[in-house]
């Protein structure tokens, strides 16, 4: 069996991130807040649900609030990110897409559960079914963007500096 090196050339495909910070893409950094709030978003929607009331409905609202307003940052540098790989018609592009199109219909789910909320007060029962629903369905659709994020980092080494002989264990 032959052992592939795992030092990157600059043949092998790699493309650096267009915003770094330190030598470290921007975009991947700044994926951790949105998604952390959206997971905890979920989570405290399950405690309001179990629980019944405040102050459980109105930590689940800020936290959507957050992770929706985090997510813009996060998609513009993305988006820079994303438009590199068009204009160097890299193979993963296709695999981008799909990133960006689940990403970006994760955020729209959790915007509409954030909007039918309308507020940090409790929700009726149809309310709470309705915007559980679609912060659950966000939650999943964000983990196969999540998914297809690092599909692109570790196969289509998207993100990586080609020219660091220290990016690979």
């Avoid at 936290?63 to 540098?77: E, K």
């Avoid at 160097?88 to 592009?93: A, E, K, L, V």
């Avoid at 080494?157 to 660091?164: A, K, L, T, W, Y």
Wanted: aromatic share 10%; charged share 10%.
């Amino acid at each position: 069996m032959e052992m592939k090196s795992r030092i990157p050339t600059r043949t092998d495909g790699a493309m650096r991130a267009r915003v770094t910070v330190l030598g470290h893409p921007l975009h991947a950094i700044l994926t951790d807040f949105p998604l952390c709030c959206f997971t905890l978003a979920v989570i405290w929607n399950i405690v309001a649900l179990a629980a019944g009331g405040q102050p459980w409905y109105a930590i689940t609202f800020w936290t959507l609030l957050a992770g929706v307003v985090l997510s813009v940052p996060t998609a513009l540098v993305g988006l820079l990110d994303y438009l590199k790989v068009l204009q160097n018609q890299h193979p993963g592009g296709r695999t981008a897409t799909y990133h960006l199109l689940a990403n970006g219909t994760a955020v729209v789910l959790f915007l509409l559960s954030l909007v039918l909320r309308g507020g940090p007060e409790p929700l009726g029962s149809v309310a709470r079914a309705w915007t559980f629903m679609l912060a659950a369905g966000g939650l999943g659709i964000l983990t196969v963007g999540g998914y297809l994020g690092g599909k692109l980092v570790y196969d289509y080494r998207i993100g990586v500096n080609p020219f660091d002989e220290n990016d690979c264990v």
